[in-house]
């Protein structure tokens, strides 16, 4: 899949910002274009228009920071948008894909997991959203279809962004689906400018594009933003309904990792996690497998 470059980015946002929002007037003109024209924009930032022109064509080298932070005081660019936005400019021409080794948790990311214990599930996620670890309760809680020892082996991690719109299993587990979608493209994107020349990120990409019309439809609307915390709204095929935020906590020795934790939402969640945590742990003392899903 073709990667994004600096200028593709910056005419989907111009597209986005209208004059009335940065306070133009247009004294009823027709407009060709649906958002900014690029001498306005160029006009706004503080910059010349031709030159404007060359760095939206990619002709005009690497932009000065100064000129990318006026460019995304203008088109309205939250934190994550900005930083996607430099990430972007700084990115070669023509990056070279080189495949990366296998991602390894920290040993202080496995030791933080370990001391959450089963009560509350959590999950240590990779770069492109692989399984890295996790506990057995939270395992049981977003993937119990998945082998627990699945993230051992690198060949057989599970990966978040595939089960997600890949896996029908996986898919009805979430009723807030399309929230969630949004936020994992979005997250792909950021990570994707970060880190323009991982073969392996760029194969997923591609991958999902081409078998998911749902993530070919949400990578076109072009939006980025970090992951960090949310709400998930379960529909457990074992527990039921279970609501529960999640939280990233990222890891200093291995920034590209991150550990995601949840906790209820309300009484009947926590009564279904303390019910999920149980059952993890008769399973763990005799030794059975997890249950298969409720159909």
Known sequence: MELESLGAYLKARRDRVTPADVGLRTYGTTRRVPGLRREELAHLAGVSAGYYTRL???QAGTASQQVLDALAGVLRLDPAETVHL?????????????RPRPEKPHPRVLA?????????P??????????????????ALVAEHVGFDAPDDPARRPSVPRMFFLDPLAQDLHQNWEQLARTHVAYLRLT?????TDARLAELIGE??????????????????????GTMRLRHPTVGGVEVDYQVW????????????????DTASADALRL????????????SPAPGPVG
């Open 112 to 120: 933080l997991l370990s001391s959450l214990g089963e009560t509350t």
């Open 208 to 229: 999902l594009a081409m078998r998911s019309r749902d993530f070919a439809r949400l990578w076109a609307r072009g939006e980025v933003a970090d992951c960090t915390v």
């Open 250 to 265: 990222l890891q200093p020795e291995s920034p590209d990792h991150r550990l995601e934790v949840y906790t209820p939402n």
């Open 86 to 98: 430099h990430n972007l400019a700084r990115r070669p021409a023509a990056p070279r894909l080189t």
């Open 56 to 58: 939206e064509q990619g």
């Open 122 to 139: 959590a999950v240590v996620l990779g770069r492109r959203g692989d399984v890295l670890a996790w506990n057995r309760t939270g395992h």
């Open 192 to 196: 994707a400018g970060r880190y323009p």
């Open 276 to 287: 999920l945590s149980d059952q993890v742990a008769e399973r763990a003392v005799i030794g």
